[in-house]
């Protein structure tokens, strides 16, 4: 089941994601990321039907570029978080989005903020949020530790005390997460959390 | 809205409970020349609680204000075209509209969707000709229900009713309205699971509105 969970933190905002694509009972691979860039200073953390969630974001992703390149100037974060939500909620009574989404982004004006947007194009704005069953087990570990203004340091450490949760209580739980950042200097890949590497077939 | 379900159409398997599934509690009281509304503040989805500070009242004048209870995806979207609404007819008209013609223009909008509704019901309270006041609510297709004391709306619906009407009596000022208005909300959200973790009351009078938040249980 897949994992999506994020932050906000001093000046900046964390989002990790499990990294595996699954087809019923089998894991094409453990390496697909599904935290895609939006712009220099957005992430979006989608998890849900595979074909909706890669079609939906990429629409997004290119609806935001237009805009810049029509206006000449980015989309704040609420921005683009609203103009989501319409989306899936123009589509919402004709032909559904199963996509969940975690909208991170750092705007000069606003800070860091994420932004929740269920697959019913439910939008609030959050502090910590998450999807999946993974949210059972990473919301209670962020409750319990979260504070405002937490330092990268602290809020990776939180990151990781979630996905160690994850992984020793959920039954079917993914082995492999990716964290990526977006904070005054853009958004940017932070690391992997790999505990299934990608093994080569044995040459016979 | 009790047996309100939503279906999975590729599998013809009932999956939720709709009016249920964000869980919310919206009241509003009329008192002397005056009226509050309340609403609860928890955004849930089933028995996980996502957010515990959702805006269900929003303000469409300065003596109206319109609190939505039900699914809150098409509580944002109905209160962006109430806005949108709103707006353009005061661009026309160059005045705010009257509590009782919103109602009306509230009531028509969700009929439009007869055959496939806002799953919303919304609470509407305003200040009136002569500031006297006025509050409805309706169900999700625009059936209106005026009231002269309260109206209630939400998963903790039933148990405002009863708090309601024990707690009300005609002709209160706003500072009494506003104790009545807040033990009422915060009792009856504390017998539903779905809704609470505090509370959110605007009370409004002639000259000022006074926004308040509530702390009670919060769980």
Not at chain 2, 140 to 162: H, N, P
Request: proline share 3%.
């Amino acid at each position: 089941m897949e994992c999506v969970f994020g932050l906000v933190g001093n000046g900046f905002a964390i989002v990790a994601a499990d990294t595996s694509a699954v087809h019923s009972i089998l894991l094409h691979k453990n390496n697909e990321d599904k935290i895609m860039a939006l712009d220099s200073h957005k992430l979006i953390a989608a998890s849900g039907e595979p074909g909706d969630r890669v079609q939906f974001t990429e629409y997004v992703q290119k609806n935001v570029s237009l805009y810049q390149f029509r206006n000449g100037i980015p989309l704040t974060t609420a921005a683009a978080a609203n103009f989501t939500r319409g989306e899936l909620a123009t589509a919402l009574r004709k032909n559904p989005y199963s996509v969940n989404i975690l909208m991170a982004g750092y705007d000069k004006e606003a800070g860091a903020s994420l932004y929740y947007i269920d697959y019913i194009a439910t939008l609030h704005k959050v502090d910590k949020g998450a999807f999946g069953y993974g949210s059972y087990f990473s919301l209670s570990t962020m409750d319990r530790h979260y504070r405002n203004d937490m330092s990268v340091e602290e809020a990776i450490e939180l990151v990781d005390k979630c996905i160690l949760e994850i992984r020793s209580r959920l039954v079917i739980a993914p082995p492999n997460f990716v964290i990526k950042i977006v904070d005054k200097d853009g958004a940017r890949e932070y690391a992997w959390r790999q505990s299934v590497k990608d093994v080569t077939t044995a040459s016979v | 809205m009790g047996n309100d379900v939503l279906i999975d159409r590729s599998t013809n398997i009932v999956v939720i409970q709709i009016f249920e599934y964000n869980g919310s509690a919206v009241v509003a009281m009329v008192g002397k020349n005056c009226f509050a509304i309340a609403s609860d503040r928890r955004l849930g989805v089933q028995l996980q609680t996502i957010a515990t500070d959702f805006q269900r009242i929003s303000k469409i004048h300065d003596h109206l204000f319109i609190g939505l209870s039900g699914l809150a995806t098409d509580v944002q979207t109905l209160y962006q075209r109430l806005v949108f609404r709103h707006k353009l007819y005061q661009l026309r008209e160059e005045r705010n509209m009257k509590p009782e013609t919103f109602a009306s223009l509230v009531s028509a909008v969700l009929y439009e969707k007869r055959f496939g509704p806002y799953l919303c019901q919304p609470v509407i309270a305003g200040l009136g000709e002569d500031n006297k006041p006025f509050i409805c609510t309706m169900d999700s297709i625009g059936a209106k229900e005026l009231a002269k004391d309260f109206v209630v709306s939400g998963t903790a619906s039933e148990s405002l009713y009863g708090a309601c009407e024990a707690m009300y009596k005609p002709d209160m000022e706003a500072e009494e309205l506003f104790e009545t208005i807040s033990q009422a909300l915060l009792s009856s959200v504390d017998r539903d699971c779905l809704s609470g973790w505090g509370g959110h009351v605007y009370v409004v009078t002639p000259n000022e509105v006074k926004e308040r938040i509530l702390k009670g249980r919060m769980d």
